[in-house]
């Protein structure tokens, strides 16, 4: 059983700081891409961030680019997503998904998280 598990959302301010962390249970995370999404109210899910099964080299979308910095622990199995200078657009729930490649398209992902919040706002 192939699970996902986010944590670490909370509320901040504009400018501030937050580290999601990702625990995978039923299987080794390094084997597979993991990617960071976001949804927010009335919008649709967009990719985020992911890092690669073999290399470990990172992508981002445009909008975080230079603020987010995504990374894994194997030993923990473990991904985490480092947000810093957070925007107010950056609100949305935030979920991971292991997928066969990386990229920033939810429909390439297969196991998923149920997410976490980020709210942020002054």
């Known amino acids: 059983q192939l699970q996902l598990v986010e944590s670490g959302g909370g509320l901040v301010q504009p400018g501030g700081s937050l580290r999601l962390s990702c625990a995978a249970s039923g299987f080794t995370l390094g084997d597979y891409a993991i990617g960071w999404f976001r949804q927010a109210p009335g919008k649709e899910r967009e990719g985020v961030s992911c890092?690669?099964?073999?290399?470990?080299?990172?992508k981002y979308a445009d909008s975080v680019k230079g603020r987010f910095t995504i990374s894994r622990d194997n030993a923990k199995n473990t991904v985490y997503l480092q947000m810093n200078s957070l925007k107010p657009e950056d609100t949305a729930i935030y979920a991971c998904a292991s997928g066969a490649w990386c990229t920033l398209a939810p429909a390439d992902f297969g196991s998923w998280g149920q997410g976490t919040q980020v709210t942020v706002s002054s």
């Open positions: 890092i690669r099964r073999s290399t470990g080299s990172t």
